[in-house]
């Protein structure tokens, strides 16, 4: 076990070198960078928007300008420069926030963790028994119905189901029970601790239930499907011989095995809080990983773009690796080397 752990974070650096050697020269080469875009606001505020830029502004400020965001060194130098600087936990700065790309990536974390962590949590505790009592209740009338919502869940798209909620129970013309965007109140600073924690759930629950939809009905099915073809095994008729209720064996052995393949769905925890939902986030109004990383993209933010995508990278291995040590403890047959 020590040496197959010592291994993959060793194959981690390679793997991340080279993530962060590709998406640095996309980003360099990418049209319209914050070179382009400032020639762009200065053509734009002398009025000679159709002029050529040499016209406007002459090459000694446009040199000034590529010094200014580092564009004046070949790009191996450049990303030997910013490579540097991320072994120093620095990102260097935001070209549109005007701040380190570091704090403008953990300013976000917040919203986005409860998001990830709240629906990891919910999704799981309630999905694994609903889906053991689902397989358990095969084709009755509650796994009927459970299915019929459970299916509405996964195909109606987390936007969608936003503005179906707002409209519905958001004050849009029917029940006004939930707020219409925002994660509190105006009026927030002014809650006790025990009121602001309220008024935060408040606030949080249309859109937990927009992010948790889809994946709260793809993990329901995935147990009930698992723990079905589990139950339809040799060892479930050897359990079954020696006495054993079909609950009991259920509980007892194919519950276990079933739980493997929602193992590998677990790794995702580490990157939740970089998953995002950028349509969700727009529906609410809330400002999260999503709605930061669209607009980074969009406005040329590279530095903010390439941290992102650094540590989602990093985090995504590691969730890898949380889930193979998962398998060993549901499946102890398995061992990793």
């Keep these: 076990m020590k040496a197959y752990l010592v291994r993959r974070f060793l194959l981690m ?128 009338g509650f796994d009927t119905g459970s299915s019929i919502v459970i299916f509405a869940g996964y195909v109606i798209p987390g936007f969608a189901l936003g503005v179906l909620l707002l409209t519905f129970l958001g004050g849009g013309g029917y029940l006004d029970w939930f707020p219409l965007s925002g994660i509190v109140s105006d009026d927030w600073e002014s809650f006790s601790f025990f009121g602001k924690v309220k008024d935060f759930l408040w606030h949080m629950t249309l859109p937990l239930i927009c992010y948790m939809a889809s994946e709260f009905a793809f993990l329901t099915l995935l147990m009930k499907n698992a723990l079905l073809e589990e139950m339809s095994k040799d060892y479930m008729r050897t359990a079954l011989l020696q006495g054993m209720t079909f609950r009991q064996a259920a509980w007892k052995h194919a519950l276990r095995n079933a739980l493997i393949p929602l193992a590998t769905r677990a790794g995702e925890i ?6 995002g939902a950028l349509l969700i986030e727009k529906v609410f109004d809330i400002d999260g990983m999503g709605l930061l990383a669209y607009n980074s993209i969009e406005n040329r933010d590279y530095n903010v773009v390439l941290g992102i995508i650094l540590i989602s990278s990093f985090l995504a291995m590691l969730g890898r690796l949380f889930s193979d040590l998962l398998y060993v403890w549901v499946d102890p047959r398995i061992r990793l080397r």
């Design 270 to 275: 580490f990157t939740l809080m970089f998953a």
């Design 13 to 140: 650096a390679p793997t991340l070198f080279g993530i962060s050697l590709v998406c640095f020269l996309l980003t360099q080469f990418v049209p319209g960078g914050p070179v382009e875009q400032m020639i762009s606001r200065i053509q734009h505020a002398s009025g000679d928007k159709g002029r050529d830029a040499s016209k406007v502004i002459t090459p000694e400020e446009v040199e000034n300008i590529k010094r200014y965001y580092g564009f004046d060194q070949p790009v191996h130098v450049r990303y030997l420069r910013w490579m540097g600087n991320v072994l120093r936990l620095d990102f260097g700065r935001s070209y549109t926030y005007g701040e380190p790309a570091w704090d403008v990536i953990k300013s976000k974390f917040p919203i986005s963790l409860f998001f990830g962590l709240t629906s990891f949590i919910l999704s799981y505790s309630v999905c694994i028994p609903l889906g053991l009592w689902k397989a358990l209740k095969h084709r009755s």
